[in-house]
C-alpha cells in the first residue's frame, strides 16, 4: 500500500530555517507530481510547493517564494521542502502528497490522491 511519510517538524524561532522530508513506500513516486500543503490552526488547506517527475519543474505559493524550495530524490523515494526565514504566521501543519495522475503541476487539492499525515512547523517570534 502507498504511503507518505512527512519528518523534520519541530519550533524554530523566526528567522531560522527547518527542513522537512517526505518519505514514499510501498510504490515508486518517481512520475508522480509531488507537492506539499499547509494548513494552519483554524484556516483551510493552502498550496506550499509542488514539483513535476524528473524535477522539470517546480511551482510555489505565493507566500513563499524566495524563502522555500521543494526538491527530489526519487532514488531514495523522497521529496524535500527546505524553509529559510520563517515566519510566525508559516505556523502549520504541512502535509506531503502525490498526484499519480496530472502531468504538468496543479495546486488543485483533489488531484493528490495519496497523502502523509503531516508535520507539526511552529515559528515562534
Known amino acids: 500500500q502507498a504511503r507518505l511519510e512527512e519528518f523534520g517538524g519541530g519550533l524554530v524561532q523566526a528567522g531560522g530555517s527547518l527542513r522537512l522530508f517526505c518519505a514514499g513506500s510501498?510504490?515508486?513516486?518517481?512520475?508522480?507530481?509531488m507537492g506539499w500543503f499547509r494548513q494552519a490552526p483554524g484556516k483551510e488547506h493552502e498550496f506550499v510547493a509542488a514539483?513535476?517527475?524528473?524535477?522539470?519543474?517546480?511551482k510555489y505559493g505565493d507566500p513563499v517564494k524566495g524563502r522555500f524550495t521543494i526538491s527530489r530524490d526519487d532514488e531514495k523515494n523522497t521529496v524535500y521542502l527546505q524553509m529559510n526565514s520563517l515566519k510566525p504566521e508559516d505556523t502549520a501543519v504541512y502535509y506531503c502528497?502525490?498526484?499519480?495522475?496530472?502531468?504538468?503541476?496543479?495546486?488543485?487539492?483533489?488531484?493528490?490522491?495519496?497523502w502523509g499525515h503531516g508535520a507539526q512547523v511552529t515559528v515562534s517570534d
Open positions: 510501498g510504490r515508486s513516486f518517481r512520475n508522480d507530481v
Open positions: 514539483i513535476s517527475r524528473a524535477s522539470g519543474m517546480t
Open positions: 502528497a502525490a498526484d499519480r495522475l496530472s502531468v504538468i503541476i496543479t495546486t488543485n487539492m483533489g488531484a493528490y490522491r495519496d
